[in-house]
């Protein structure tokens, strides 16, 4: 098993940037991708970020790209998500996640992963 814990959430203006930390324990030798998604209320959990454990291979969603960054922290089991120029559109609850199973980086629907945090809210107000 492995523990995904979040962090970072909170309110902030449109324009504005927040960055977001997973921590990862337990059986995290045996991960092989780690993501972010969110989800907004009446809407669907929605793929945002992920990154390749191993081979360090990043893939956003559209509608995040040239605004969002993943990254690795130093602790090999921390991911980041730097989110700059926020919208409103961009408020929800953002989950990480992590998967053993060895797929391409865009496998991005949420079974495709194997493991969630409990979540940090994300709200941008305009």
């Known amino acids: 098993q492995v523990q995904l814990v979040e962090s970072g959430g909170g309110l902030v203006q449109a324009g504005g940037s927040l960055r977001l930390s997973c921590a990862a324990s337990g059986r995290t030798f045996s991960t092989n991708a780690m993501g972010w998604f969110r989800q907004a209320p009446g809407k669907e959990r929605e793929f945002v970020a992920a990154?390749?454990?191993?081979?360090?291979?990043?893939y956003y969603a559209d509608s995040v790209k040239g605004r969002f960054t993943i990254f690795r922290g130093n602790a090999e089991n921390t991911v980041y998500l730097r989110m700059n120029s926020l919208k409103p559109e961009d408020t929800a609850v953002y989950y990480c996640?992590?998967?053993?199973?060895?797929?391409?980086?865009?496998?991005?629907?949420?079974?495709?992963?194997?493991?969630w945090g409990q979540g940090t809210q994300v709200t941008v107000s305009s």
């Open positions: 990154i390749g454990r191993r081979s360090g291979t990043i």
């Open positions: 996640a992590a998967r053993d199973r060895l797929l391409a980086i865009r496998s991005v629907q949420a079974y495709d992963y194997d493991y």
